[in-house]
């Protein structure tokens, strides 16, 4: 069994659509977390959750907006996608509530969004 | 926020040993050092995580020196498998996005 899955994982739209990405883990833990992979190849922390609770929230674009509807599943809806989007979207989970990196984090496989 | 140097990429031969620096000179008495590894394709994998001194577990060992201004991760008698990307990462533990940002870690690749 995948302890984090994420679906879709390939998507390839126009500019201006919207789009959502789904995460769910099985691991029992805490916290999510959405990673962004540009072309360079940086991984870039984009939001954590905890127990369903809003406590990361980087420099990202209102476009991005993550919910959570338990604390198993956070899902990353993107609205009016850009170019610039495109990218490979982590979702991650980690035991620990407080977050951090310390807390080992469990990632998925990736989503790759390309953007038309 | 400590910032890691790591080098951009390595190559070596199944059955060494490779040793990965990472500098950061500006850590902080309250972070730690966590190193994770990623293949083409997949997220990344938490490898070891360590203070000071040297940590060690099935997979690895990492060697972090008094001032801790470097840390060293160890693979010992690497296969083709170990071929992935290494990122060191330094933050503060009990949250925050401190020490979240992977970089570009190095490129390993292991040949035969």
């Known amino acids: 069994d995948t302890a984090v899955s994420q679906t879709p994982k390939y998507l390839v739209t126009q500019m201006g659509n919207d789009k959502s990405i789904k995460c769910e883990q099985n691991l029992g833990h805490d916290t999510m977390y959405w990673y962004k992979q540009d072309s360079k190849k940086f991984l870039k922390i984009m939001f954590s959750?905890?127990?369903?609770?809003?406590?990361i929230n980087e420099t990202v674009p209102n476009r991005f907006s993550p919910k959570s509807p338990d604390k198993a599943h956070l899902n990353l809806h993107i609205n009016s996608l850009e170019l610039g989007d495109s990218a490979v979207y982590f979702c991650?989970?980690?035991?620990?509530?407080?977050?951090?990196?310390?807390?080992?984090?469990?990632f998925g496989p990736g989503t790759r969004l390309t953007v038309l | 926020l400590a910032k890691t140097t790591q080098p951009i990429s390595m190559d070596s031969y199944e059955g060494q040993e490779v040793n990965i620096t990472c500098s950061h000179n500006n850590i902080a008495t309250n972070d730690y050092i966590t190193w994770y590894q990623q293949f083409p394709s997949q997220g990344p994998r938490f490898i070891i995580q360590g203070y000071k001194t040297k940590v060690t577990n099935e997979v690895a060992s990492l060697f972090i020196p008094a001032d801790r201004k470097s840390s060293t991760l160890s693979l010992p008698r690497v296969s083709l498998s170990d071929t992935a990307v290494y990122y060191c990462?330094?933050?503060?533990?009990?949250?925050?996005?401190?020490?979240?940002?992977f970089g570009k870690g190095t490129h390993l690749i292991i040949q035969p």
């Open positions: 959750y905890n127990n369903k609770e809003l406590i």
């Open positions: 991650a989970s980690s035991q620990d509530g407080a977050g951090g990196i310390t807390d080992t984090q469990y």
């Open positions: 990462l330094v933050g503060p533990s009990g949250g925050g996005a401190d020490g979240l940002t």
